[in-house]
Nanobody, 120 residues
Framework: QVQLVESGGGLVQAGGSLRLSCAASGRTFSSYAMGWFRQAPGKEREFVAAISWSGGTHVKGRFTISRDNAKNTVYLQMNSLRPEDTGVYYC??????????????????WGQGTQVTVSS
């Protein structure tokens, strides 16, 4: 069982930056692939970025994903934020460590989400 806790969300003006963190429990974090998804009001959850156990990344858009296995943490660096980036951001994990892709069905564990609001 893996527990994920996101942090770092908040209110920011357009053009600003935020860094989201996702802290994972468990000793097997380094073998997991991790992903970030977001859900805007009235819309379906969508893929943002993913990183495999070896550090290979797949990013949709302007953001950067990274991981620190020593801290059991994955990050999402978001720069040049836009109002359309507003939503709840979720961290996800899969024991399929080589997977670093956009299919939410591949991820077994999810955090509770952190709200990001970008004002114009």
């Amino acid at each position: 069982q893996v527990q994920l806790v996101e942090s770092g969300g908040g209110l920011v003006q357009a053009g600003g930056s935020l860094r989201l963190s996702c802290a994972a429990s468990g000793r097997t974090f380094s073998s997991y692939a991790m992903g970030w998804f977001r859900q805007a009001p009235g819309k379906e959850r969508e893929f943002v970025a993913a990183i495999s156990w070896s550090g290979g990344t797949h990013v949709k858009g302007r953001f950067t994903i990274s991981r620190d296995n020593a801290k059991n943490t994955v990050y999402l660096q978001m720069n040049s934020l836009r109002p359309e980036d507003t939503g709840v951001y979720y961290c996800a994990a899969t024991p399929s460590g080589t997977y670093g892709g956009p299919d939410p069905a591949m991820y077994d564990y999810w955090g509770q989400g952190t709200q990001v609001t970008v004002s114009s």
